[in-house]
Protein backbone atom coordinates (compact mmCIF):
# COMPACT_ATOMS: atom_id res chain seq x y z
CA UNK A 1 0.00 0.00 0.00
CA UNK A 2 1.75 3.68 -1.20
CA UNK A 3 2.84 5.39 2.00
CA UNK A 4 1.58 8.55 0.58
CA UNK A 5 -2.42 7.47 0.37
CA UNK A 6 -2.05 5.30 3.54
CA UNK A 7 -4.43 6.11 5.93
CA UNK A 8 -5.79 4.37 9.74
CA UNK A 9 -9.20 4.97 9.44
CA UNK A 10 -10.59 3.50 12.60
CA UNK A 11 -10.17 4.55 16.30
CA UNK A 12 -9.52 1.22 17.17
CA UNK A 13 -6.34 1.19 15.49
CA UNK A 14 -5.65 4.51 16.41
CA UNK A 15 -5.81 3.18 19.93
CA UNK A 16 -3.67 0.30 18.93
CA UNK A 17 -1.39 2.71 17.43
CA UNK A 18 -0.82 4.46 20.70
CA UNK A 19 -0.56 1.12 22.39
CA UNK A 20 2.44 0.74 20.54
CA UNK A 21 4.18 3.59 21.69
CA UNK A 22 3.38 5.38 17.95
CA UNK A 23 1.60 8.85 17.56
CA UNK A 24 -1.63 9.01 15.46
CA UNK A 25 -1.42 8.30 12.24
CA UNK A 26 -1.27 12.08 9.91
CA UNK A 27 -3.30 12.70 6.74
CA UNK A 28 -1.50 11.47 4.24
CA UNK A 29 1.27 9.96 5.82
CA UNK A 30 2.76 7.26 8.22
CA UNK A 31 2.57 6.86 11.89
CA UNK A 32 5.72 8.08 13.51
CA UNK A 33 7.83 7.39 16.70
CA UNK A 34 10.56 9.16 18.35
CA UNK A 35 13.36 7.22 18.95
CA UNK A 36 16.28 7.13 21.31
CA UNK A 37 18.91 8.14 19.77
CA UNK A 38 20.82 5.08 21.02
CA UNK A 39 18.48 2.92 20.16
CA UNK A 40 19.14 3.87 16.65
CA UNK A 41 23.06 2.98 17.22
CA UNK A 42 22.09 -0.19 18.08
CA UNK A 43 19.37 -1.20 15.40
CA UNK A 44 21.94 0.13 12.82
CA UNK A 45 24.95 -2.39 14.86
CA UNK A 46 22.53 -5.03 14.67
CA UNK A 47 21.73 -4.53 10.67
CA UNK A 48 25.83 -4.35 9.90
CA UNK A 49 26.08 -7.73 11.46
CA UNK A 50 23.54 -9.21 8.24
CA UNK A 51 25.77 -7.26 6.38
CA UNK A 52 29.37 -8.76 7.39
CA UNK A 53 27.80 -12.25 8.19
CA UNK A 54 26.03 -13.03 5.19
CA UNK A 55 27.08 -14.92 2.23
CA UNK A 56 27.14 -12.85 -0.87
CA UNK A 57 27.87 -15.33 -3.04
CA UNK A 58 24.22 -17.51 -1.87
CA UNK A 59 22.57 -15.02 0.41
CA UNK A 60 22.97 -17.60 3.50
CA UNK A 61 23.24 -16.24 6.80
CA UNK A 62 25.02 -18.33 9.70
CA UNK A 63 22.82 -19.18 12.35
CA UNK A 64 25.46 -17.70 14.83
CA UNK A 65 28.79 -15.63 14.46
CA UNK A 66 31.70 -15.55 14.78
CA UNK A 67 31.84 -19.55 15.78
CA UNK A 68 32.33 -20.99 12.78
CA UNK A 69 28.55 -21.82 11.83
CA UNK A 70 25.90 -23.32 9.47
CA UNK A 71 23.53 -21.21 7.73
CA UNK A 72 20.15 -20.72 9.36
CA UNK A 73 16.96 -20.53 7.13
CA UNK A 74 15.07 -18.71 9.19
CA UNK A 75 18.29 -16.04 9.40
CA UNK A 76 18.06 -15.95 5.95
CA UNK A 77 14.37 -14.85 6.13
CA UNK A 78 15.22 -11.76 8.75
CA UNK A 79 18.22 -10.58 6.59
CA UNK A 80 15.84 -10.12 3.71
CA UNK A 81 13.58 -8.11 5.91
CA UNK A 82 16.58 -6.17 6.75
CA UNK A 83 17.69 -5.17 3.52
CA UNK A 84 15.01 -2.78 2.72
CA UNK A 85 14.67 -0.87 6.11
CA UNK A 86 18.59 -0.40 5.43
CA UNK A 87 17.72 1.29 2.03
CA UNK A 88 15.06 2.97 3.88
CA UNK A 89 17.20 4.11 6.97
CA UNK A 90 20.16 5.34 4.21
CA UNK A 91 22.60 2.05 5.65
CA UNK A 92 22.54 0.55 2.37
CA UNK A 93 22.05 1.33 -1.58
CA UNK A 94 18.47 -0.21 -3.19
CA UNK A 95 20.90 -1.44 -5.71
CA UNK A 96 23.07 -3.51 -2.94
CA UNK A 97 19.70 -4.67 -1.64
CA UNK A 98 18.31 -5.88 -4.75
CA UNK A 99 21.74 -7.67 -5.46
CA UNK A 100 21.45 -9.05 -2.43
CA UNK A 101 17.62 -10.24 -2.43
CA UNK A 102 18.35 -11.74 -5.94
CA UNK A 103 20.92 -13.40 -5.08
CA UNK A 104 18.99 -15.35 -2.28
CA UNK A 105 15.89 -15.71 -3.99
CA UNK A 106 18.32 -17.38 -7.32
CA UNK A 107 19.66 -19.70 -4.59
CA UNK A 108 16.67 -20.78 -3.26
CA UNK A 109 14.87 -21.17 -6.29
CA UNK A 110 17.68 -23.40 -8.16
CA UNK A 111 18.38 -25.16 -5.07
CA UNK A 112 18.06 -28.74 -5.18
CA UNK A 113 14.89 -30.49 -3.83
CA UNK A 114 14.30 -34.55 -3.11
CA UNK A 115 13.94 -37.03 -0.88
CA UNK A 116 16.95 -38.00 -0.51
CA UNK A 117 19.23 -37.73 2.83
CA UNK A 118 21.96 -35.70 1.30
CA UNK A 119 22.90 -33.50 -1.41
CA UNK A 120 19.44 -31.37 -1.21
CA UNK A 121 18.32 -28.01 0.44
CA UNK A 122 14.97 -29.59 0.77
CA UNK A 123 11.54 -31.32 -0.32
CA UNK A 124 8.08 -30.71 -1.14
CA UNK A 125 9.12 -26.97 -1.59
CA UNK A 126 10.49 -26.83 2.21
CA UNK A 127 13.98 -26.26 3.58
CA UNK A 128 16.30 -27.74 5.96
CA UNK A 129 16.49 -26.02 9.22
CA UNK A 130 20.08 -25.37 8.62
CA UNK A 131 22.46 -25.70 5.44
CA UNK A 132 25.71 -25.50 4.56
CA UNK A 133 27.03 -21.85 4.64
CA UNK A 134 29.04 -22.69 1.54
CA UNK A 135 26.69 -25.69 -0.62
CA UNK A 136 23.86 -24.90 1.02
CA UNK A 137 22.79 -28.16 1.06
CA UNK A 138 21.38 -30.09 4.00
CA UNK A 139 23.58 -29.54 7.26
CA UNK A 140 23.92 -33.23 8.74
CA UNK A 141 20.77 -34.77 9.78
CA UNK A 142 19.02 -31.11 10.67
CA UNK A 143 15.28 -31.75 9.99
CA UNK A 144 13.13 -30.71 6.88
CA UNK A 145 11.71 -27.69 9.32
CA UNK A 146 7.81 -26.11 8.79
CA UNK A 147 8.86 -22.63 11.15
CA UNK A 148 11.96 -21.93 9.95
CA UNK A 149 11.08 -22.40 6.10
CA UNK A 150 8.03 -19.96 6.92
CA UNK A 151 10.44 -17.66 8.25
CA UNK A 152 12.40 -17.60 5.15
CA UNK A 153 9.16 -16.93 3.13
CA UNK A 154 7.87 -14.15 4.97
CA UNK A 155 11.29 -12.36 4.78
CA UNK A 156 10.72 -13.37 0.71
CA UNK A 157 7.67 -12.30 0.74
CA UNK A 158 7.99 -8.91 2.30
CA UNK A 159 10.85 -8.34 -0.43
CA UNK A 160 8.74 -9.01 -2.97
CA UNK A 161 6.49 -6.24 -1.54
CA UNK A 162 8.90 -3.65 -1.25
CA UNK A 163 10.65 -4.20 -4.28
CA UNK A 164 7.55 -2.47 -6.21
CA UNK A 165 9.94 -0.95 -9.33
CA UNK A 166 9.84 -1.68 -12.79
CA UNK A 167 13.20 -2.49 -13.19
CA UNK A 168 13.78 -6.31 -14.23
CA UNK A 169 15.40 -7.08 -11.02
CA UNK A 170 13.01 -6.28 -9.09
CA UNK A 171 10.43 -7.98 -11.21
CA UNK A 172 12.39 -10.98 -10.68
CA UNK A 173 12.09 -10.81 -7.44
CA UNK A 174 8.53 -11.03 -7.08
CA UNK A 175 8.05 -13.61 -9.77
CA UNK A 176 10.33 -15.57 -7.59
CA UNK A 177 9.17 -15.23 -4.13
CA UNK A 178 5.95 -16.18 -5.19
CA UNK A 179 6.99 -18.94 -7.30
CA UNK A 180 9.00 -20.67 -3.88
CA UNK A 181 6.11 -20.16 -1.80
CA UNK A 182 3.97 -21.93 -4.24
CA UNK A 183 5.44 -24.90 -4.50
CA UNK A 184 5.55 -25.89 -0.61
CA UNK A 185 3.02 -28.61 -0.01
CA UNK A 186 1.33 -27.72 2.86
CA UNK A 187 -1.02 -30.61 2.44
CA UNK A 188 1.82 -33.16 2.94
CA UNK A 189 2.22 -31.63 6.37
CA UNK A 190 -1.23 -32.48 8.19
CA UNK A 191 -0.20 -35.77 9.26
CA UNK A 192 -2.72 -35.50 11.97
CA UNK A 193 -5.92 -34.46 11.50
CA UNK A 194 -6.31 -30.31 11.05
CA UNK A 195 -2.58 -30.06 12.59
CA UNK A 196 1.04 -29.30 11.00
CA UNK A 197 3.70 -31.16 11.67
CA UNK A 198 6.94 -29.60 12.68
CA UNK A 199 8.89 -31.44 10.51
CA UNK A 200 10.57 -34.34 8.54
CA UNK A 201 13.60 -36.18 7.93
CA UNK A 202 14.44 -38.35 5.54
CA UNK A 203 15.69 -41.31 8.40
CA UNK A 204 13.09 -41.47 10.14
CA UNK A 205 9.70 -39.68 8.77
CA UNK A 206 7.84 -37.02 10.41
CA UNK A 207 8.15 -35.60 13.48
CA UNK A 208 5.71 -35.96 16.09
CA UNK A 209 5.08 -32.64 17.11
CA UNK A 210 2.70 -30.44 15.75
CA UNK A 211 1.60 -26.72 15.69
CA UNK A 212 -1.18 -27.55 18.59
CA UNK A 213 0.03 -24.91 20.80
CA UNK A 214 -0.16 -21.08 21.09
CA UNK A 215 3.32 -20.20 20.37
CA UNK A 216 5.19 -18.85 17.22
CA UNK A 217 3.54 -21.13 14.74
CA UNK A 218 0.55 -18.41 13.83
CA UNK A 219 2.55 -17.44 10.67
CA UNK A 220 3.12 -21.26 9.66
CA UNK A 221 -0.94 -21.62 9.31
CA UNK A 222 -1.44 -18.15 7.63
CA UNK A 223 1.00 -19.26 5.07
CA UNK A 224 -0.32 -22.64 4.93
CA UNK A 225 -4.14 -21.67 4.37
CA UNK A 226 -3.09 -18.58 2.19
CA UNK A 227 -1.32 -20.86 -0.43
CA UNK A 228 -2.71 -20.70 -4.02
CA UNK A 229 -1.42 -23.99 -4.75
CA UNK A 230 -1.65 -26.51 -1.76
CA UNK A 231 -3.80 -24.51 0.89
CA UNK A 232 -5.22 -26.41 4.16
CA UNK A 233 -8.74 -25.13 5.37
CA UNK A 234 -9.85 -23.46 7.99
CA UNK A 235 -10.29 -26.49 9.97
CA UNK A 236 -6.08 -26.34 11.21
CA UNK A 237 -7.12 -22.66 12.55
CA UNK A 238 -9.43 -23.96 14.40
CA UNK A 239 -7.59 -26.82 15.69
CA UNK A 240 -5.03 -24.54 16.70
CA UNK A 241 -7.71 -22.48 19.05
CA UNK A 242 -9.02 -25.31 20.62
CA UNK A 243 -6.39 -25.58 22.98
CA UNK A 244 -6.48 -21.91 24.05
CA UNK A 245 -8.13 -22.41 27.06
CA UNK A 246 -5.37 -24.41 28.48
CA UNK A 247 -2.67 -21.41 27.62
CA UNK A 248 -4.77 -18.72 29.30
CA UNK A 249 -3.02 -17.68 32.01
CA UNK A 250 -2.69 -14.34 34.79
CA UNK A 251 0.04 -15.68 36.95
CA UNK A 252 2.30 -13.05 35.87
CA UNK A 253 0.14 -10.61 34.82
CA UNK A 254 -2.51 -9.12 33.05
CA UNK A 255 -4.76 -12.54 31.48
CA UNK A 256 -3.15 -13.82 27.97
CA UNK A 257 -2.52 -16.49 25.70
CA UNK A 258 0.51 -17.69 27.57
CA UNK A 259 3.89 -19.21 25.61
CA UNK A 260 6.80 -18.47 27.97
CA UNK A 261 9.67 -17.59 25.92
CA UNK A 262 9.11 -14.00 24.61
CA UNK A 263 10.16 -15.61 20.78
CA UNK A 264 6.95 -16.81 20.95
CA UNK A 265 5.18 -13.39 21.29
CA UNK A 266 7.30 -12.14 18.64
CA UNK A 267 8.17 -13.75 15.48
CA UNK A 268 4.83 -13.95 13.53
CA UNK A 269 3.94 -10.45 14.58
CA UNK A 270 7.20 -9.26 12.73
CA UNK A 271 5.18 -9.86 9.49
CA UNK A 272 1.70 -9.78 10.52
CA UNK A 273 0.18 -6.23 11.73
CA UNK A 274 -2.30 -8.19 14.05
CA UNK A 275 -3.41 -4.72 15.45
CA UNK A 276 -7.08 -4.04 15.35
CA UNK A 277 -8.26 -7.26 13.92
CA UNK A 278 -9.75 -10.07 15.10
CA UNK A 279 -10.49 -14.29 14.76
CA UNK A 280 -13.49 -16.11 16.61
CA UNK A 281 -11.59 -16.68 19.52
CA UNK A 282 -10.40 -12.83 19.93
CA UNK A 283 -14.16 -11.72 19.11
CA UNK A 284 -15.36 -13.74 21.68
CA UNK A 285 -13.18 -11.76 24.00
CA UNK A 286 -14.51 -8.17 23.26
CA UNK A 287 -16.79 -8.27 26.12
CA UNK A 288 -14.56 -9.24 28.66
CA UNK A 289 -11.59 -7.34 27.48
CA UNK A 290 -12.35 -4.48 25.19
CA UNK A 291 -10.03 -4.08 22.12
CA UNK A 292 -8.45 -7.23 23.17
CA UNK A 293 -6.49 -8.66 19.73
CA UNK A 294 -2.99 -10.96 19.53
CA UNK A 295 -1.09 -7.64 19.70
CA UNK A 296 -2.51 -6.48 22.94
CA UNK A 297 -2.13 -10.43 23.83
CA UNK A 298 1.80 -9.54 23.25
CA UNK A 299 1.49 -6.36 25.35
CA UNK A 300 0.42 -8.65 28.22
CA UNK A 301 2.89 -11.38 27.97
CA UNK A 302 5.48 -8.60 28.00
CA UNK A 303 4.20 -7.09 30.79
CA UNK A 304 4.41 -10.64 32.49
CA UNK A 305 7.80 -11.25 31.90
CA UNK A 306 8.72 -7.90 33.54
CA UNK A 307 6.80 -8.78 36.24
CA UNK A 308 8.50 -11.99 36.67
CA UNK A 309 11.88 -9.70 36.83
CA UNK A 310 10.22 -7.84 39.54
CA UNK A 311 9.44 -10.24 41.68
CA UNK A 312 12.51 -12.62 40.73
CA UNK A 313 10.81 -15.85 43.04
CA UNK A 314 14.36 -17.51 42.40
CA UNK A 315 16.45 -14.82 43.31
CA UNK A 316 18.53 -14.28 40.30
CA UNK A 317 20.99 -11.69 39.87
CA UNK A 318 20.38 -8.67 38.30
CA UNK A 319 16.71 -9.03 37.50
CA UNK A 320 14.57 -6.07 38.07
CA UNK A 321 12.13 -3.81 36.20
CA UNK A 322 14.97 -2.26 34.11
CA UNK A 323 17.03 -5.79 33.05
CA UNK A 324 14.58 -9.03 32.06
CA UNK A 325 14.04 -11.02 28.89
CA UNK A 326 13.51 -14.64 28.61
CA UNK A 327 13.59 -16.23 25.48
CA UNK A 328 15.30 -18.98 23.92
CA UNK A 329 19.37 -18.12 23.29
CA UNK A 330 22.41 -19.36 24.47
CA UNK A 331 23.10 -20.13 27.73
CA UNK A 332 26.71 -21.07 29.99
CA UNK A 333 25.89 -25.00 29.73
CA UNK A 334 24.30 -28.04 31.42
CA UNK A 335 25.60 -28.10 34.88
CA UNK A 336 24.98 -27.81 38.40
CA UNK A 337 26.32 -25.07 41.03
CA UNK A 338 25.91 -23.96 44.42
CA UNK A 339 26.24 -20.52 44.34
CA UNK A 340 25.94 -18.89 47.91
CA UNK A 341 24.60 -21.81 49.61
CA UNK A 342 21.77 -22.70 46.89
CA UNK A 343 22.46 -25.38 44.33
CA UNK A 344 21.54 -23.75 40.86
CA UNK A 345 20.61 -25.42 37.22
CA UNK A 346 21.87 -23.77 34.34
CA UNK A 347 21.45 -24.67 31.17
CA UNK A 348 23.58 -24.04 27.22
CA UNK A 349 21.02 -23.31 24.27
CA UNK A 350 17.58 -23.40 25.70
CA UNK A 351 13.94 -21.79 25.33
CA UNK A 352 13.91 -19.92 28.61
CA UNK A 353 10.68 -18.17 30.05
CA UNK A 354 9.03 -17.27 33.71
CA UNK A 355 9.43 -20.56 35.65
CA UNK A 356 10.40 -22.43 32.65
CA UNK A 357 14.12 -23.55 32.15
CA UNK A 358 15.07 -19.95 33.79
CA UNK A 359 18.27 -20.06 34.57
CA UNK A 360 19.50 -16.62 35.21
CA UNK A 361 20.40 -16.09 31.42
CA UNK A 362 19.27 -12.78 30.03
CA UNK A 363 19.19 -12.71 26.43
CA UNK A 364 18.20 -8.37 25.27
CA UNK A 365 16.58 -9.73 22.45
CA UNK A 366 13.87 -11.07 24.66
CA UNK A 367 13.09 -6.82 25.00
CA UNK A 368 14.52 -5.18 22.34
CA UNK A 369 12.26 -7.67 20.05
CA UNK A 370 9.20 -6.34 21.55
CA UNK A 371 9.98 -2.61 21.24
CA UNK A 372 6.62 -2.39 19.51
CA UNK A 373 4.90 -3.87 22.57
CA UNK A 374 6.28 -2.12 25.30
CA UNK A 375 8.58 0.72 24.04
CA UNK A 376 9.18 2.69 27.19
CA UNK A 377 9.65 -0.29 29.16
CA UNK A 378 12.47 -1.85 26.39
CA UNK A 379 13.89 1.89 26.12
CA UNK A 380 14.84 1.67 29.76
CA UNK A 381 15.75 -1.86 29.89
CA UNK A 382 18.34 -1.20 26.88
CA UNK A 383 20.04 1.38 28.76
CA UNK A 384 20.14 -0.20 32.02
CA UNK A 385 21.27 -3.38 30.10
CA UNK A 386 24.03 -1.23 28.31
CA UNK A 387 24.82 0.90 31.36
CA UNK A 388 25.06 -1.33 34.03
CA UNK A 389 27.17 -4.36 32.17
CA UNK A 390 29.19 -1.99 28.95
CA UNK A 391 31.17 -3.63 26.02
CA UNK A 392 30.91 -6.73 28.30
CA UNK A 393 27.99 -7.36 25.99
CA UNK A 394 27.28 -4.60 23.93
CA UNK A 395 29.88 -4.33 20.89
CA UNK A 396 30.56 -3.59 17.40
CA UNK A 397 27.44 -5.81 15.97
CA UNK A 398 25.51 -4.65 19.11
CA UNK A 399 24.48 -7.50 22.03
CA UNK A 400 25.81 -10.44 22.24
CA UNK A 401 23.81 -13.19 22.41
CA UNK A 402 22.91 -13.34 26.43
CA UNK A 403 24.67 -12.77 29.44
CA UNK A 404 24.06 -14.49 32.99
CA UNK A 405 24.75 -12.00 36.24
CA UNK A 406 24.75 -14.80 38.62
CA UNK A 407 27.38 -17.10 37.43
CA UNK A 408 30.51 -15.23 38.32
CA UNK A 409 32.54 -17.72 38.53
CA UNK A 410 32.88 -21.81 37.63
CA UNK A 411 35.08 -24.54 37.48
CA UNK A 412 32.66 -26.56 35.12
CA UNK A 413 33.13 -26.24 31.21
CA UNK A 414 31.16 -23.75 29.40
CA UNK A 415 29.46 -24.55 26.64
CA UNK A 416 29.24 -21.06 24.76
CA UNK A 417 31.04 -17.83 25.96
CA UNK A 418 32.92 -16.83 29.33
CA UNK A 419 33.16 -15.21 32.79
CA UNK A 420 33.39 -11.56 32.56
CA UNK A 421 35.49 -10.33 36.01
CA UNK A 422 32.67 -7.94 37.52
CA UNK A 423 29.59 -9.02 35.02
CA UNK A 424 29.26 -12.66 35.19
CA UNK A 425 28.98 -15.16 32.48
CA UNK A 426 28.25 -13.47 28.82
CA UNK A 427 28.26 -15.43 25.55
CA UNK A 428 30.77 -15.05 22.19
CA UNK A 429 28.41 -14.71 19.83
CA UNK A 430 25.54 -13.51 18.15
CA UNK A 431 22.63 -15.66 16.94
CA UNK A 432 21.01 -14.65 13.70
CA UNK A 433 17.41 -15.68 14.73
CA UNK A 434 18.18 -13.45 17.63
CA UNK A 435 19.78 -10.46 15.84
CA UNK A 436 16.85 -10.13 13.50
CA UNK A 437 13.96 -9.28 15.78
CA UNK A 438 15.80 -6.54 17.02
CA UNK A 439 16.43 -4.53 13.68
CA UNK A 440 12.85 -5.73 12.57
CA UNK A 441 10.62 -4.86 15.28
CA UNK A 442 12.26 -1.56 16.42
CA UNK A 443 11.68 -0.60 12.83
CA UNK A 444 7.85 -1.71 13.08
CA UNK A 445 7.97 0.15 16.07
CA UNK A 446 9.48 3.64 14.51
CA UNK A 447 8.02 3.44 10.66
CA UNK A 448 5.34 0.64 10.38
CA UNK A 449 7.45 -0.03 7.90
CA UNK A 450 7.65 -4.12 7.60
CA UNK A 451 3.57 -4.07 8.72
CA UNK A 452 2.70 -1.61 6.28
CA UNK A 453 3.90 -3.64 3.26
CA UNK A 454 2.61 -7.20 4.34
CA UNK A 455 -0.80 -5.48 4.82
CA UNK A 456 -0.90 -6.07 1.10
CA UNK A 457 0.48 -8.89 1.19
CA UNK A 458 -2.19 -11.36 -0.22
CA UNK A 459 -1.34 -14.56 -0.17
CA UNK A 460 -1.04 -13.40 4.20
CA UNK A 461 -4.32 -11.38 3.56
CA UNK A 462 -5.97 -14.68 2.24
CA UNK A 463 -4.59 -16.81 4.91
CA UNK A 464 -5.82 -14.44 7.60
CA UNK A 465 -9.38 -14.54 5.67
CA UNK A 466 -9.60 -17.96 5.57
CA UNK A 467 -8.73 -18.41 9.44
CA UNK A 468 -12.13 -15.58 10.24
CA UNK A 469 -10.37 -12.19 10.78
CA UNK A 470 -12.12 -9.73 10.22
CA UNK A 471 -11.75 -5.98 11.14
CA UNK A 472 -9.77 -2.94 11.37
CA UNK A 473 -7.09 -2.49 8.09
CA UNK A 474 -7.85 -6.45 7.27
CA UNK A 475 -11.27 -5.05 6.11
CA UNK A 476 -9.42 -2.23 3.73
CA UNK A 477 -6.70 -4.19 2.41
Known amino acids: MDRRRFLMGSSVAAAALAAAGCATPRAGGLPSAEIDPQIDDLQRRTFDWFVH???????????????????????????LT?????????????????????????????????????????HKGFFYHFLDMETGRRYRDTELSTVDTTLLLGGMLFAARWFDGDHADEAEIRRL?????????????????????????????????????????????LLAMGSPTHPLPKAVW???????????????????????????????????????????FMRSKQAEIPGFDYFQNSVRAVAAQRNYAIRNPMGWAGYSADVWGLTACDGPGDFRQVIDGRERQFFSYSARGPGERDDGTLAP???????????AEVTACFHAMKGRYGPAIYTEYGFLDSFNPTLTATDRELRHGRIVPGVGWVDGDYLGIDQGPIVIQIENHRSDAVWRRMRGEPNITRGLRVAGFSGGWLDRA
Open 238 to 280: DEWCSVYDRSWTDEYGPAHLHFAPLFGHQYSHMFVDFRGIHDE
Open 177 to 221: AQAIYERVEWDWTEVRSNRITMGWRPESGFIEADWNVYNEGMLVL
Open 365 to 375: TAALGSMPFAP
Open 53 to 79: TTNRSNGLTPDRWPRQSFASIAAVGFA
Open 82 to 122: CWPIGVERGWMTREEARERTLITLRFFHGAPQGPQATGVAG
